[in-house]
Structures are given as C-alpha cells and as structure tokens.
C-alpha cells in the first residue's frame, strides 16, 4: 500500500493562510505529521493569485525536510510543470490528476513521458461529470488506458474511482467499491487503484468520521487498493492498513476487519459475517458496513448501539 497524506490542502483555512504567508515553519510541522506517509499531496488548488508560484517554494521544502516524495495536486497545468525545475527527483512524483477530457489527457500523459512520473487518473469528464454508475466510470478508465498504452506509460498510473461523500449519495459508497473491483479484473495486464479516502466521511459528523473513513478503507482494501491519499495524523487507520496487509490481526476488531476485507475479495456477503454483536465496536463496524454497503439508511444516529 502506497500512503499519500493529505494535510496539505488548500481547503482548509490555516493551510492556506501559512501559504499565502509563506510560512516555512508551519509546513515543516505538516510535514513531520505525515511521518510514515510515503507521499505528501500538495494540494494548492488553482495556485492563481497570492498563490501563483507556490509550489516552486514548498517543493523545495519537502525535500529538504523530509524522506515524502512529492504529489503535485493542482488544476494549473502550468503550475504543475514549472515545479518539477525545483524537484531532485522528478521520476518519482505524482501528478494528481488527469481525467478523461481530450486537452487535459494529452497533456498530462505528454508530462509523465517527459518527466517519468506517475499520474492520477479520475474516472471522469467535464461533459459527463462522474458517471453515477461503475461501468460509466470504467468506460472512461478505458479510454484514459488506451492513450497511456499508446504512450507506453499504462505502468505509470493510479485509477481514480472518485470516493463521494456518504452523506451526499448513500449509494455512490458501494459504486466507487465496485468500481474498484472492476478495475483490477477488467484490464489484461493489471492496473493501479487510488482513493481520497476521507471524501467519504465528508460532511459527516465529526465523531463518525474516523469510524466511516477506518471501515471503508477496509472495504476498499478488500476491493484491490493500492494507493491512499489519507489523513496521515490518524494512526490507527494507518495501523489497519498494515494490519491488512500482513495478515496480523491484534485483537477481535482487527479480526474482524480482515474478514470483512476477504468479503471484499470474494464477493462474499456481509450477512455472512460473523462477529460478536456484545462488543460494541464490532457492532458499530458492522453497522457503518452495512450504510456503506447501502443496506441500511445513513443518518448521523447509525451507529449508535
């Protein structure tokens, strides 16, 4: 599992604020939260303005401060391609993202053949928005597939499902899954997956959002994930996915996680997991599956025992 935090982002208001002031420090501090991360998403948005330029002053800092290798996430393309004159290594960068309008493919695809790097794919355009179906969302996959198959870089990207917020479209939760099981048995030659994870927790209760964003990354895991771009200041969510990956389960939740994460695998059915409905954790996991699965309503309450 490659671990991309997120807790540099434009969205939030002191992140932007540091920013617009250039404030080394305060990067320095969001840079040492993401310890153990193996990329920090620089999410800078359209990077115009007071902004323009500042990835050419943070990429320098990541470096120079830390062992994360560098996602480059902004919707200014020529933002996106001046950084890479103050990146050591640029071979080893993320660009997030593409999608599947013409201009922005050819672009996009045209920079990793220059620069070597990896790309973010999000199954969508701007005409059709986010296909609200699984197949929608594959079929735009395919057509970014064939273009880097032609440019030899297929091996260089991370499909995108597109996570939405659970509050918003209850359902969308099991699309993206599905849409993410579809990726990795649809193509001959296997394909990398990738999830903003904490879109879907978005809008949610603050108290619920770990528990959405812990258990859907489970299903997730399950579903053939390979990449994550996660708040990198919680650690037992981190923990899970290494728990995951090396099988070791270190008490009854954790069993319960792997088993839910081979459902997952084996298109199996929640209805046939079994867990100890007088432990209150294990039910709250099971009760956020089965919103997540779309087989109960969300509401804020759901996961009250």
């Known amino acids: 599992m490659i671990f991309i935090g997120e807790n540099i982002h434009v969205i939030s ?21 993401q310890n153990g991360m193996d990329f920090a998403d620089l999410n800078v948005g359209p990077a115009r303005g007071d902004l323009s330029g500042i990835l050419s002053w943070i990429c320098p800092i990541v470096e120079e401060n830390s062992d994360l290798k560098i996602c480059l996430d902004t919707t200014n393309f020529d933002e996106m391609r001046t950084a890479f004159e103050f990146i050591k290594s640029p071979e080893k ?40 179906s699984c197949d929608g969302r594959i079929e735009i996959a395919f057509k970014i597939y064939e273009k880097c198959l032609e440019k030899n870089i297929a091996d260089k990207v991370y499909f995108d499902p597109l996570v939405l917020p659970l509050s918003a479209d209850q359902s969308q939760a099991k699309e993206s899954l599905d849409t993410l099981k579809m990726l990795k048995e649809a193509f001959e030659t296997p394909v990398k997956t990738v999830i903003g994870l904490s ?57 319960l996680y792997l088993n839910l994460s081979e459902m997952m695998k084996n298109f199996g059915d929640l209805e046939d997991i079994k867990y100890d409905k007088k432990d209150c954790k294990q039910v709250e996991i099971i009760k956020t599956c089965e919103v997540l699965l779309n087989k109960k309503i969300y509401s804020d309450s759901f996961a009250q025992v």
């Open 13 to 33: 208001k002191n992140v932007r604020e540091a920013l617009l002031r250039r404030d080394e420090g305060f990067v320095k501090k969001l840079l040492n939260i």
């Open 93 to 132: 960068v993320i660009l997030n993202s593409t999608t599947g309008d013409n201009l922005k493919l050819e672009q996009m695809s045209d920079l990793v053949c220059e620069k070597g790097c990896n790309l973010i794919a999000l199954t969508m355009t701007k005409e059709e928005g986010i296909p609200k």
């Open 199 to 255: 879109n879907i927790s978005n809008g949610a209760s603050e108290k619920l959002r770990r528990l959405i964003n812990r258990v859907y990354a489970v299903l997730a895991f399950g579903a053939g994930l390979d990449a994550v771009i996660m708040d990198a200041a919680d650690c037992e969510l981190k923990r899970i996915f290494k728990m995951l990956e090396e099988q070791k389960p270190q008490n009854d939740s954790d069993n």
